[in-house]
């Protein structure tokens, strides 16, 4: 059986549904090895790292065109279905909303598509119009033409029934996991790695995640702002870390100096390599997601890993997956409230660490990839 992965998205940054791809195509071969798998990817991506990640698999073949962002779109919506029918490709799925927006020429191809969120529909004011547009125009008529919609939360499972409105018996709910990549050795000097972020161990507060509007960080600034009116807290940091889009992080160091924050308060990393990542968690006190949005929220696994108290915004996927392993909070003094609460108390901060080593138990990749895999076969 030929399988086609359509993941001209992919870029060299190893963040989001990157993520998702690189994990399950790993544990999908490390099952699999009597299919065929085609991966289809921007001939401006750099592939070695992908081939460094498979090079125990044999039955696979990166398969390389010219696709920025314009011509992605219709290549999956238009162009794609021909090399299906010609190629005679079994399944072809998709990892990032995007596909056929027909079958006719491909009704003898499976057609799958993840969903990862809806953000177009749920929350259009923290998006550009544009992209709302191509959003509702190309990837929502791709998800009805699909034969299988698989969704990673059950909060993305109810926001396609509401805004999509496709037949719920096609939807599959497939959780994620955890980055097999944030692995750590305990032996790593953490002073000497957060020293260039002119950080201390367990004296900052830590957020993850792409510089967006919708992610809420202005929120967790005025909140950090009036916790550092405390002065049994003001000697606390907070850290953004995350990719720059569309220069938002101008718009929040203006707001810090707006708020008369102190320099060196506030610090955003901007994209970091996985390893300062890894050490950003160690050392952090609590972890925070403000996101008014989430399709899943994989940074709050990565915190559970390493042992963070987490509190996060009561909205969306987030409070799904956090279960009952972290707080929530409503509004930016609601936010302050919780985390002088759980920066006074070391026993809940243990408690909160113990039920996100638990709650982590319940994401596993070898699952996600066996549940797709049935999918195909």
Not at 264 to 290: H, M, R
Not at 307 to 315: F, H, M, S
Request: charged letters at 20%; one cysteine or more.
């Amino acid at each position: 059986m030929k399988i086609l992965y359509d993941c001209t998205y992919l870029r060299n940054q190893y963040t989001g549904v990157d993520i998702y791809f690189f994990n399950l195509i790993k544990c999908i071969l490390s099952i699999d090895q009597t299919n065929h798998y085609f991966i289809l990817v921007d001939s401006r991506f750099e592939t070695k790292f992908l081939i460094n990640e498979l090079k125990s698999y044999s039955n696979y073949q990166i398969i390389k065109i010219y696709s920025p962002l314009p011509l992605q779109i219709l290549y999956s919506s238009f162009f794609i279905p021909i090399f299906l029918k010609i190629k005679k490709i079994n399944i072809y799925h998709n990892p990032y909303f995007f596909g056929p927006i027909s079958k006719l020429l491909c009704n003898k191809t499976k057609i799958i598509i993840t969903v990862h969120d809806v953000y177009h529909w749920a929350i259009p004011e923290f998006r550009n119009r544009l992209f709302n547009i191509i959003w509702r125009v190309f990837s929502d008529r791709a998800v009805k033409a699909a034969d299988s919609v698989i969704v990673i939360s059950n909060q993305t499972k109810l926001d396609v029934l509401k805004y999509i409105k496709i037949d719920e018996r096609k939807i599959h709910l497939i959780y994620q996991a955890l980055n097999s990549d944030l692995e750590f050795d305990e032996s790593f000097k953490i002073e000497g790695r957060i020293k260039k972020f002119e950080l201390t161990e367990n004296n900052y507060i830590l957020a993850v995640g792409t510089l967006l509007p919708s992610k809420g960080y202005s929120d967790l600034i005025k909140s950090f702002d009036l916790l550092l009116k405390n002065p049994l807290l003001d000697n606390y940091k907070l850290v953004l870390v995350g990719n720059d889009s569309n220069s938002y992080a101008s718009v929040l160091k203006n707001l810090v100096k707006s708020l008369g924050i102190k320099d060196g308060s506030v610090i955003i990393t901007g994209y970091i390599q996985n390893d300062d990542l890894i050490e950003l968690y160690k050392s952090a006190s609590l972890f925070v997601c403000p996101s008014y949005y989430e399709g899943f929220g994989l940074p709050l696994l990565e915190a559970m890993k390493f042992g963070k108290p987490i509190i996060a915004r009561d909205v969306s996927s987030i409070a799904e997956i956090l279960d009952n392993s972290g707080l929530l909070f409503s509004d930016f003094n609601d936010l302050h409230d919780k985390i002088k609460l759980v920066l006074g108390d070391p026993n809940l901060s243990n408690i909160m660490k113990t039920n996100g080593y638990k709650r982590l138990k319940d994401f596993s990749w070898h699952q996600t990839a066996i549940k797709t895999l049935k999918l195909y076969l």
